[in-house]
């Protein structure tokens, strides 16, 4: 929650903690995390979990390119397929592009 609260104070600095809340539950939703997660530790998270929220992460300030540097790093071959096609999935729906 801390993480991608501090995006927000940083970027858009008058946003209330309500609209923050209210933004990243919504994130978390359209990356496939239980949005009751948002006050979860790192460490309390599986490693797909872990990178679907650093996803909602970059996906904050609704960019229109994303870069990404080798996002399934130490995912076992199931969960790699499944980040990959959700980025695939994401970028269709919300029309960003992405470079790996």
């Known amino acids: 929650k801390a993480q991608i609260f501090d995006i927000f104070d940083t970027h858009r600095p ?4 309500r ?3 209210e933004r990243a539950e919504e994130l978390l939703t359209l990356v496939g995390v239980d949005p009751n997660r948002l006050s979860s530790f790192p460490h309390e998270l599986s490693g797909g979990m872990r990178q679907r929220m650093m996803i909602a992460m970059a ?3 609704d960019p229109q390119v994303m870069i990404m540097d080798e996002p399934t ?3 076992d071959v199931v969960v790699q397929r499944g980040i990959i096609r959700e980025i ?3 970028r269709e729906k919300l029309g960003f592009a992405v470079i790996f």
Do not use: E
């Open 73 to 75: 790093t130490a995912l």
């Open 88 to 90: 695939m999935r994401l």
């Open 59 to 61: 996906l904050a300030l």
């Open 19 to 21: 609209a923050k809340t």
């Open 14 to 17: 008058g946003m209330s903690k």
